[in-house]
């Protein structure tokens, strides 16, 4: 394999959780008075900090977000998430053999580290990713698109950028890791090609990433 680590996106890489949680962020934003559809939320705020979300709606209507939107957001998710949260399928098999075959890995995620072991934990997942190898937004000054999250992680992990690949299945987050001077794979189970633009390459399947990786 010509990659010394895996960086894996969490949200709708690791566990699929985008559908709820855009739901969810869409349907509150709406209640808030700045209607917001599920494909907007996709479209504006998939693979995006938080920070972002309270920066868009400022920039847009002039008008900041509540001081407790993130507490009650995460709220209203984690409820969701213990309901219907399952992993992504074929994620399980693929950390089993990273395991097996000894191939460095970690998690680089713009949720934060709650929302992460949240996830984990409801899925099952929480077996394969040690505190040491899950990054969060939280940990650096800003989230994606800026390359700051997935650099900070290959310092962590003591990489040099240009041997890390990432697995990304948002917009923002395939330009944090161009930005970073990383490969990306763009994950197009949920996401369209074409909002991957910039990609090294892409897959469908979970099953297809050892493949598209030489490994």
């Known amino acids: 394999m010509r990659y010394e680590l895996?960086?894996?996106?969490?949200?709708?890489?690791?566990?699929?959780?985008?559908?709820?949680?855009n739901t969810i962020l869409a349907g509150y934003l709406t209640e808030l008075g700045h209607p917001t559809s599920y494909e907007d939320s996709i479209r504006d705020y998939m693979g995006s900090a938080m920070h972002?979300?309270?920066?868009?709606?400022?920039?847009?209507?002039?008008?900041?977000?509540?001081?407790?939107?993130?507490?009650?957001f995460h709220r209203r998710v984690f409820a969701a998430f213990q309901r219907e949260?399952?992993?992504?399928?074929?994620?399980?098999?693929v950390l089993k053999r990273l395991a097996d075959d000894g191939?460095?890995?970690c998690v680089a995620s713009?949720?934060?580290?709650?929302?992460?072991?949240?996830?984990?934990?409801?899925?099952?997942?929480?077996?394969?990713?040690?505190?040491?190898?899950v990054f969060s937004a939280e940990d650096v000054g800003r989230g994606k698109p800026a390359p700051d999250l997935f650099l900070h992680a290959a310092a962590r992990m003591g990489v040099a950028p240009e041997r890390c690949v990432v697995v990304e299945d948002s917009g923002l987050g395939v330009q944090a890791a161009v930005a970073a001077g990383m490969d990306v794979y763009g994950f197009t189970a949920m996401t369209p090609r074409e909002r991957l633009a910039g990609a090294t390459g892409y897959f469908g399947a979970m099953d297809e990433l050892a493949a598209t990786l030489g490994w």
């Open 103 to 105: 191939v460095p890995y």
């Open 52 to 72: 972002r979300i309270h920066e868009l709606v400022l920039e847009r209507t002039g008008e900041r977000l509540p001081e407790d939107f993130d507490e009650t």
């Open 110 to 133: 713009s949720g934060s580290h709650e929302r992460i072991r949240v996830g984990h934990r409801k899925t099952g997942l929480d077996g394969w990713f040690r505190d040491e190898i």
């Open 6 to 21: 895996i960086i894996f996106d969490n949200d709708g890489v690791l566990v699929d959780s985008e559908p709820i949680s």
């Open 85 to 93: 949260l399952e992993a992504v399928a074929g994620v399980a098999d």
